[in-house]
């Protein structure tokens, strides 16, 4: 059957209707069905079986609620907006035919946006006091620029570009001027560029200037401030090619606007950065818009195995048997534990009710996701992947 919109997308209805699977989970049902088996089962989603010390962010369970609701199962999970380390984050009970054909998808609800958000956590803890754009759903598929955007929100980023991402998730994005602008004003008429846009676009847009388009940036960035009375920032996007000391020339930059008498007029910088890059940067620099480093962030590698069929311990070789619960201690740590034997005396339980009987039994709110990503952050004591983090 082919898309009748002419695009390479699997449709929501495939999705929900469990056609978005691997191949071999029909088989999977065709044999069962054919035996007559059906049988109850514990299924739980793990990344690692036992804590590692790397956190991760957990993100989309949103879309992953969505997936099930209907189904004749129970769903546990950790609330979006928490970090794990090790141990299931979500735990299915129910007839193993009601949701067998959902697992492909389900992992990818889980895996990819999880990836993503635990990146924007990654640079907004190398930047904390500037501000942190998501500016990288150029780089992937533009059917999944929402996943990406909300992930960043949920990450603590402070906005994002993709405008269509916001209609979707009740935002709305922001940006200012591309190379492309400027080009089209010509080589030379940098200023005309500048102030064209100053007097176009409206009063809560913020007048940030792109200053390397064609001349260096401690020349452009002195022009645009002189060419436009309420410029907030300059823009620096050189292409990593071109850069050479890319810290010095922001340096440069702060230095000479300084000199000039132009002390409020900050900077921005985007194009190819990282945490490495933020903290190295962040002394200089009010905001920074990343790309690929959230957007092209690896998913997490979720995957979902049954610990229980027919109330009997069951799991294949290098999975751990049982029915299990995680637990946040006071002081942080995230503990492990097989469900019947309970958790430490401080622990708190973080496998909530999700979806009871196919009925999804949770709200999802984002601010209170990214406001609880920013708690437990906290409380884990979160840091950048840098090697100078300071």
Known sequence: MTDESGFDIVSPDAIADGRATDAYFDRTVETLEHAD???RVVAEVTADQFPTGEWELLAGVKDAARLLEGRGVDVDALREGRLFDGGPVMRIEGPYLEFCRLETALLGFLSHPTGAATAALEARYAAPDSAVLSFGSRHVHPSIGAMVERSALLGGLDGFSNVAAGEVIGREAGGTMPHALVICFGRGEQEAAWRAFDEAVGEDVPRIALTDTYSDEVDESVRAAEA???LESVR????SSRRGDFEHIIREVRWTLD?????D???FVSGGLGPEELVE???????FGVGSHVSNADPVDFALDIVEVD???AAKRGKLTGKKEVYRTDDGDHVVALAEEGGPDDGEALLQPLVRDGEVVREFDLDAAIDRAAEDAAAVGFEAPVDDAE
């Open 236 to 239: 620096i996007d050189t292409t």
């Open 281 to 287: 940067l962040r002394e200089y620099v009010e905001g």
């Open 37 to 39: 088996r059906n049988p």
């Open 259 to 263: 000199a000039k008498g132009f002390e």
């Open 228 to 230: 436009v009375d309420a």
């Open 265 to 267: 007029v900050g900077i």
């Open 311 to 313: 109330d009997e311990l």
